[in-house]
């Protein structure tokens, strides 16, 4: 059963109890993330969140550290381009202490000067890691491209000049500014009591200010074209095109057109470029939606040698689809959908994530047989359309390693 309950604050607190289940997952879910960032401060917002690990309300690191796991319990947490959540997994009775955990560490950090100076060395080492790896950074390239010059294109992670700049006054500012009440869902799966949680919730969050957050300025798919020249025995390519946001009336078809086109070994990507012709070990498409916008990723890694020809036969793949896709590739990826889903909501983290995603999307919570009829209503013409509009517009894309580019 899910409950919600939304605090004079303006904190939603909801909860999915789980029979059978003798744990439980707790996370604080913030709708900010590094859309929200201004350019020269670019990585805040996953600095931050490393930042609050390094001591709050008069514990240290260590101490964080040991808290959670003296009771068997993980905490951790990540950062996008559009949320940050904060999660804790422990047994039942430990519950508490996770949300205390979280609450301290988002409205009482430490953020001492000379932490913040190590934590920096630590983020721009991930961020060498990052360019070090051309299957993950030709993705940062590919946003770049689709929003040029935008919040949206920029890195989570951020860069070497916008990292170093950040201060603890930056830091507090952003805290302040981006953790409203009216902004955050505490949520928690398994073994939970829902009015329990609720009153731990108006207790430990009494700190947070009120109200929500400004909604970034809407996005502007550009296109365009990155090349990187790296050292790599590979050539990387990635291909974007516009898609719909997460609320788009076409998100869900569009979403069984990436699948379908390269979301599997079943799929025609997989089966084409790598069965049929050898021409990439690694080969996918991919739908990232977000709130007022989507991308529609295509990815492969090819030999030198050969990444005209996987390029050639990518186009021509997309270009069958839209005509010719059947029935049977919908049910199939359909039903992929729906087992992914189910699966999910097998263990309190993804049942916590669930709810987190609806209330963060629909502002509400959102049967999964809600979602599951949603599926089913998806017809061949709605993906093969959905699939049409993508691919008829402008489009990004990102190489590393290729001999040679073609113009976008």
Same mark, same amino acid.
């Given at each position: 059963m899910m409950q919600l309950t939304i605090l004079p604050s303006g904190l939603r607190v909801a909860t999915r109890r789980m029979p059978g289940i003798e744990t439980a997952a707790v996370g604080l879910y913030a709708d900010?993330?590094?859309?929200?960032?201004?350019?020269?401060?670019?990585?805040? $917002?996953?600095?931050?969140?490393?930042?609050?690990?390094?001591?709050?309300a008069g514990r240290s690191a260590r101490e964080i550290s040991e808290a959670i796991e003296d009771v068997g319990g993980d905490l951790n947490a990540?950062?996008? @381009?559009?949320?940050?959540?904060?999660?804790?997994?422990?047994? $039942?009775?430990?519950?508490?202490?996770?949300?205390?955990?979280?609450?301290?560490?988002?409205? @009482?950090?430490?953020?001492?000067?000379?932490?913040?100076?190590?934590?920096?060395?630590?983020?721009?080492?991930?961020?060498?890691? %990052?360019?070090?790896?051309?299957?993950?950074?030709?993705?940062?390239?590919?946003?770049? %491209?689709?929003?040029?010059?935008?919040?949206?294109? @920029?890195?989570?992670?951020?860069?070497?000049?916008?990292? =170093?700049?950040i201060t603890v006054d930056d830091l507090h500012d952003w805290r302040r500014g981006q953790y409203r009440a009216g902004s955050l869902s505490l949520v928690a799966a398994g073994k939970v009591d829902h009015d329990r949680l609720v009153e731990l919730a108006d207790r430990l969050f009494a700190d947070l200010p009120t109200g929500t957050l400004r909604q970034p300025a =809407?996005? @502007?798919?550009?296109?365009?074209?990155?090349?990187?020249?790296?050292?790599?025995?590979?050539?990387?390519?990635?291909?974007g095109f516009a898609g719909p946001a997460q609320?788009?009336?076409?998100?869900? %078809?569009?979403?069984?057109?990436?699948?379908?086109v390269g979301g599997g070994m079943s799929s025609r990507l997989f089966q084409q470029l790598r069965e049929e012709r050898g021409l990439a070990y690694s080969v996918y498409a991919m739908l990232q939606p977000w709130s007022d916008c989507g991308l529609l990723s295509i990815y492969a890694a090819t030999a030198r040698r050969q990444?005209?020809?996987?390029?050639?036969?990518?186009?021509?793949?997309?270009?069958? %689809?839209?005509r010719d896709l059947g029935e049977r590739e919908v049910n199939r990826v359909r039903?992929?959908?729906?087992?992914?889903?189910?699966?999910?909501? =097998?263990?309190?983290?993804?049942q916590a994530h669930y709810v987190a995603r609806q209330l963060s999307v629909y502002g509400r919570l959102v049967p999964v047989s =809600?979602?599951?009829?949603?599926?089913e209503a998806v017809t061949v013409d709605h993906v093969r359309e959905a699939g049409r509009r993508m691919l008829s517009g402008a489009r990004a894309r990102a190489t590393i390693g290729f001999p040679a580019v073609r113009a976008a």
């Open positions: 900010t993330g590094s859309r929200h960032e201004p350019a020269p401060l670019n990585g805040i $917002a996953h600095l931050f969140e490393h930042m609050v690990f390094k001591g709050a990540s950062t996008d @381009r559009e949320g940050t959540n904060f999660m804790a997994s422990v047994m $039942a009775e430990h519950v508490p202490l996770g949300v205390e955990l979280i609450a301290d560490m988002v409205q @009482r950090p430490h953020f001492r000067a000379d932490e913040l100076e190590r934590e920096k060395d630590v983020v721009l080492q991930e961020l060498g890691e %990052a360019r070090d790896t051309p299957n993950d950074i030709i993705f940062d390239d590919l946003q770049a %491209a689709a929003f040029a010059d935008q919040p949206l294109g @920029r890195s989570v992670l951020g860069e070497e000049p916008s990292i =170093e700049a =809407e996005a @502007r798919f550009t296109g365009g074209t990155r090349v990187g020249r790296g050292q790599c025995d590979q050539a990387h390519l990635a291909l609320l788009g009336e076409d998100y869900l %078809a569009a979403r069984l057109f990436a699948d379908a990444s005209a020809s996987a390029a050639q036969l990518i186009e021509e793949v997309l270009e069958e %689809a839209v039903t992929q959908a729906k087992a992914g889903l189910l699966m999910s909501m =097998e263990s309190p983290w993804g =809600e979602v599951v009829a949603q599926l």
